[in-house]
């Protein structure tokens, strides 16, 4: 099981994202620099996450992106759902077919995916940030 391409790119750049002074914006071809992610498809994934009230963005000079609000209050599964729609399913219940057994499956899958999605609600960027930044400051907001 893998998250979609999309989600990843997006966790990305908004990780990315994160780590900038409250003051400094990146543009979007500095950014899919950063995070290895091919340009035409991060724009399409920056408007998401601006429509979706994560992304703040500015124009002309020293104009790019940067959050609209604080890193620790953006969720990973907010992020994901910006762009994916729904966060991780691990089985269609209603298109499992019966059987033998079928049953177990669904309700091991189920409780799977509820503490994965779970997993996903109670991270924030600010984190993820903080994973690899050790006890420096993260987290810089508007």
């Known amino acids: 099981m893998q998250i979609s391409r999309k989600a990843d790119y997006a966790l990305r750049a908004m990780t990315i994202l994160a780590g900038l002074a409250p003051d400094k914006t ?41 959050l609209n609000r604080e890193s620790r209050l953006i969720s990973l599964a907010e992020i994901i759902e910006a762009v994916d729609g729904e966060l991780i399913q ?17 309700y091991y899958l189920g409780l799977a995916e509820k503490g994965i999605n779970n997993k996903l609600r109670e991270t924030s960027l600010e984190d993820i940030a903080r994973h690899d930044a050790g006890d420096s ?4 907001g508007i």
């Open 90 to 106: 691990l089985v269609d219940v209603d298109d499992f077919p019966t059987f033998a057994g079928s049953s177990g499956i669904v």
């Open 26 to 66: 990146l543009q979007a071809q500095e950014l899919a620099e950063a995070g290895k992610i091919p340009t035409k498809f991060l724009e399409q994934i920056l408007l998401l996450l601006k429509r979706a009230g994560m992304l703040r963005s500015k124009r002309g000079v020293g104009g790019g992106y940067r």
């Open 137 to 140: 400051m993260v987290g810089y």
